[in-house]
T-cell receptor, first 112, second 113 residues
Framework: GENVEQHPSTLSVQEGDSAVIKCTYS??????FPWYKQELGKGPQLIIDIRSNVGEKKDQRIAVTLNKTAKHFSLHITETQPEDSAVYFCAASKGNFNKFYFGSGTKLNVKP | NAGVTQTPKFQVLKTGQSMTLQCAQDMNHEYMSWYRQDPGMGLRLIHYSVGAGITDQGEVPNGYNVSRSTTEDFPLRLLSAAPSQTSVYFCASSYRGPQETQYFGPGTRLLVL
């Protein structure tokens, strides 16, 4: 199956700074890469996703980049705010395969 | 529209006991799945279903059983609980499959003694 590795496991930034979380995947056939945010005591929630025919996608302060050749994708959060503090998960799946593989998560702490 | 609901929120079991974790969605989603979340390991897929009457195994299916008799409900059964099954369990659903937005329930925290 797919193997998704995520780094770092914890990330602490000052409010207003940028945060970058990186993931690598093993299966070159994977073509869908979402990012989920999990707040304490809640289920994960989709914040942004990217498909393999696109190199970058942006939604306000968050962006995701994908490098298919290197098999890695990254989440970028600019102008971080305390409410961005949460655990972030990357994931990967491929089109004709009904499974979904998550990275191990990054705990982001934004200090006011 | 309640989204994805899970019951119970918290459960304590003794080794060898069985129980069913309930999951329901009211969005008419075809795809439903169960994950377990353990510290440092992210979410791992236990079982999934692509529609009523159709289920299949994920990464970590041993010790768990599922069925899907209706579109709305996807219960997860622990046949004989073991301490290794202590975890937080999440149910998720999407319209057709894993390449669409997954809507997660609030989770069930399970402690097996």
């Amino acid at each position: 199956g797919e193997n998704v590795e995520q780094h770092p496991s914890t990330l602490s930034v000052q409010e207003g700074d940028s945060a970058v979380i990186k993931c690598t995947y093993s299966d070159s056939a994977s073509n869908y890469f979402p990012w989920y945010k999990q707040e304490l005591g809640k289920g994960p929630q989709l914040i942004i996703d990217i498909r393999s025919n696109v190199g970058e996608k942006k939604d306000q302060r968050i962006a995701v980049t994908l490098n298919k050749t290197a098999k890695h994708f990254s989440l970028h959060i600019t102008e971080t705010q305390p409410e961005d503090s949460a655990v972030y998960f990357c994931a990967a799946s491929k089109g004709n395969f009904n499974k979904f593989y998550f990275g191990s998560g990054t705990k982001l702490n934004v200090k006011p | 529209n309640a989204g994805v609901t899970q019951t119970p929120k918290f459960q304590v079991l003794k080794t060898g006991q069985s129980m069913t974790l309930q999951c329901a969605q009211d969005m008419n989603h075809e795809y439903m799945s169960w994950y377990r979340q353990d510290p440092g390991m992210g979410l791992r897929l236990i079982h999934y279903s692509v529609g009523a009457g159709i289920t299949d195994q994920g990464e970590v299916p041993n010790g768990y059983n599922v069925s899907r008799s209706t579109t709305e409900d996807f219960p997860l059964r622990l046949l004989s609980a073991a301490p290794s099954q202590t975890s937080v369990y999440f149910c998720a659903s999407s319209y057709r499959g894993p390449q669409e937005t997954q809507y997660f329930g609030p989770g069930t925290r399970l402690l097996v003694l």
